[in-house]
Each structure stands twice: as C-alpha cells, then as structure tokens.
T-cell receptor, first 113, second 113 residues
C-alpha cells in the first residue's frame, strides 16, 4: 500500500523558534494536506496543496507541494505555545467524488518554555 | 460552522461484544468515511460510503466491520465481535464530493477489555 514517511518524529523547540517538517511518499498524490491533532481530538486541517510546486501560507504556516508530487514540507514560523500537538501530513486520492486520505506517521511538536 | 458529531465520545466494551459507533455528518454532505487511529500511531483509512454503498475499503475493514446509513442523518460503524486490538480512536468524516477536503469529527475512543 501507499506509505508516507514523515520526519522528524518529534521536535523539542523553544518558543519563538521556527519549525520545519517534511513528508515523502512512494506514490503520487493529487493533493497534499497538513493536519494538526490535539490530544483526544480529531485532525484539524491546516493547509491544503493542490498543484505540484504550489507554495501556500496560512498565517505563520507555510507548506509546499513538491514538484514530483511525492513530497511536501510544512514550516511554522515564530512558534507559540498553542502550536504544541501532533502534525500529520496526508496524501489525498480523489476519484469521482470519493476521496481517501493516507496519513503520515506524525511529528510531535513540544515547546520548551 | 457546521461540524461532524460523533457519539459516544468514549465507549468501553468487553471482548466479543458488538459495538455501534455513531456519526452525524454535515447535512449537505454525500460522502462518508471512517478512519481509525490506534493510540500513538497514525490515522488509517477504513472505509468510504456513498449512495448507500461502500465505495472503497481497506484491508483493515474485514467481515467483522459494517457501515450503515440507517436514516437521513446518521452514519454508523458496527464492529460485530470486538477484539482487544480494536481498541482505538475512530473518526468519522464527511465531504460534499467536490474537490474540497473532508471534515473530521472529534472521534470515539473505543476501549476493548
């Protein structure tokens, strides 16, 4: 099946630092998505990328869809305490209205006061 | 803002018992999904459902699993004879079918003892 490798697995940073994480896949996806998950909650969509090479920002978040459509990165600038959580990339396949998400293994972000 | 709601938030059941997890998708959505997340692991696709039929299912979705849309609002996941390894968070999601990403519910934590 399709595999998404996400790195790093975990990050310990100080408040105010920038964060970078990435995802690579053995398969091509139509869309790349980045989600954040807080403990006991469902994934919340942060950024969606639709075209190869696309660079998209959402506030302090920036993500890019790789040219090969097999990779993506997410950057968070000037981290704040509420950025703590687990970040998942997901590759989306879309077929006549039906979609399927393949999730990465997650990056756990911890902010040291 | 419309949301996907799931009940119960936490279910504890004995091994071998049947459980039904319930979801109320967003009202104008046509495509429905179940995903599973074993504690500490990534989110995994189980099944997609459209027009009262399963569109796609993963190898995890074996004969002990079934889905149903019993009325115009609910979407359910039934596990016939639960096993210890079924313990996980189960997320329902729904989408319109246009190329807009699915919305996730808050999840049901299933604990099999």
């Amino acid at each position: 099946g399709q595999q998404l490798n996400q790195s790093p697995q975990s990050m310990f940073i100080q408040e105010g630092e920038d964060v970078s994480m990435n995802c690579t896949s053995s398969s091509i996806f139509n869309t790349w998505l980045w989600y954040k998950q807080d403990p006991g909650e469902g994934p919340v969509l942060l950024i969606a990328l639709y075209k190869a090479g696309e660079l998209t920002s959402n506030g302090r978040l920036t993500a890019q869809f790789g040219i090969t459509r097999k990779d993506s990165f997410l950057n968070i600038s000037a981290s704040i305490p509420s950025d703590v959580g687990i970040y998942f990339c997901a590759g989306r396949t879309y077929n006549f209205g039906n979609e399927k998400l393949t999730f990465g293994t997650g990056t756990r972000l911890t902010i040291i006061p | 803002e419309p949301e996907v709601t799931q009940t119960p938030s936490h279910q504890v059941t004995q091994m071998g018992q049947e459980v039904i997890l319930r979801c109320v998708p967003i009202s104008n959505h046509l495509y429905f999904y179940w995903y599973r997340q074993i504690l500490g692991q990534k989110v995994e696709f189980l099944v997609s459902f459209y027009n009262n039929e399963i569109s796609e299912k993963s190898e995890i979705f074996d004969d002990q699993f079934s889905v149903e849309r019993p009325d115009g609002s609910n979407f359910t996941l039934k596990i016939r004879s639960t096993k210890l390894e079924d313990s996980a968070m189960y997320f329902c999601a729904s989408s319109t079918g246009a190329e807009i990403e699915a919305f996730f519910g808050q999840g049901t934590r299933l604990t099999v003892v």
